[in-house]
C-alpha cells in the first residue's frame, strides 16, 4: 500500500510542478522554454521584481552562508535561487524530478553565464546517485509536498552525500498555517497552499524537522516569516563532524 501511495504522489507532482510560480503568476515551464531567448531573458526578468521583493533576503542571507560551497539543490523549479546565490558558492547542482524544469535551469545558466551550475534529473528520490559530496544543501518549498515517510528515505539517501560541517536550509510549511487552514488532511491541505492538482502538503516544526533528518544534523535557527509570519518557514541546520 506504501509503495502504490509513493507511485501515486509522484505521479501527481510531476504533474503538479509542470507548472511554477513565475513573477505574480504561475506559467507552464514548457511555454517559457519554447520562447526565444530574447523573450524567455525579457520574461525571466521580469519575474524578478517579485522575487527580489519577497525574497531577497533569503539570497542575501544564503548566498553568504554557501559562500564557497558545493551546493546540492533538491526541486530547483525555474532555477532563480540557483542563478542568484550560485554567484557565490564553488558549484550549485540542480535536481528535480521533471526533465523539462532541469532543462529549463540549464538553459537560464547557459543565457546568463553561470558555469558553475550543473543539473541532475531524480529518476529514483531514494536511491539517486548524485556522484559526488556536497558540503551544502537547500530544499526550498520541496519536501513537504511528499509524506513524511517518503521524504525521510529521500533525506537518508541525500544525506549520504553532504559532509560534516554541511550547512542546510528547508523552506517548509509551518504548523500554524496547517491550523489556521482549519487542520485539514494533508491530501487537501496543499489546495490551500499551492492551489487546486496540489496532491500533498504537510507542517512542519522544530521537533519534525529534526526527526526528518536525523540524528546527524543540529538545528541551528527556525525563520518564520511570510504573512502573519505563519506563511513559510526555514530551518537552518548543520551536519554534525
Not at 504533474?15 to 515551464?29: Q, Y
Amino acid at each position: 500500500m506504501e509503495n502504490l501511495m509513493s507511485n501515486d504522489i509522484l505521479k501527481h507532482n510531476l504533474e503538479k510542478w509542470k507548472t511554477l510560480p513565475a513573477g505574480e503568476w504561475r506559467r507552464n515551464v514548457s511555454d517559457l522554454y519554447a520562447l526565444e531567448d530574447d523573450e524567455l531573458a525579457t520574461a525571466y526578468n521580469s519575474f524578478r521584481t517579485l522575487w527580489d521583493r519577497e525574497r531577497g533576503w533569503e539570497h542575501e542571507r544564503y548566498g553568504k552562508m554557501f559562500s564557497g560551497r558545493e551546493v546540492l539543490e533538491v526541486g530547483s523549479g525555474l532555477g532563480y535561487d540557483a542563478l542568484t546565490m550560485s554567484k557565490k558558492a564553488a558549484s550549485w547542482t540542480c535536481a528535480d524530478i521533471l526533465q523539462v524544469n532541469i532543462d529549463f535551469v540549464a538553459r537560464m545558466a547557459a543565457l546568463t553565464g553561470s558555469e558553475n551550475i550543473s543539473t541532475q534529473l531524480l529518476e529514483d528520490i531514494d536511491s539517486h546517485d548524485f556522484k559526488k559530496s556536497f558540503n551544502g544543501f537547500y530544499a526550498h518549498g520541496v519536501l513537504h509536498h511528499i509524506p513524511f515517510d517518503i521524504a525521510s528515505r529521500q533525506m537518508a539517501n541525500i544525506s549520504k552525500y553532504l559532509e560534516p560541517g554541511a550547512k542546510a536550509v528547508f523552506l517548509m510549511y509551518p504548523k500554524a498555517r496547517w491550523e489556521h487552514a482549519g487542520k485539514p488532511a494533508f491530501e487537501n491541505f496543499g489546495i490551500s497552499t499551492d492551489g487546486e492538482g496540489t496532491p500533498w502538503a504537510e507542517w512542519y516544526d522544530e521537533e519534525k524537522i529534526l526527526k526528518l533528518v536525523g540524528d546527524d544534523f543540529t538545528l541551528d535557527k527556525s525563520i518564520p516569516w511570510g504573512w502573519n509570519n505563519i506563511e513559510f518557514i526555514n530551518f537552518e541546520l548543520t551536519k554534525k563532524q
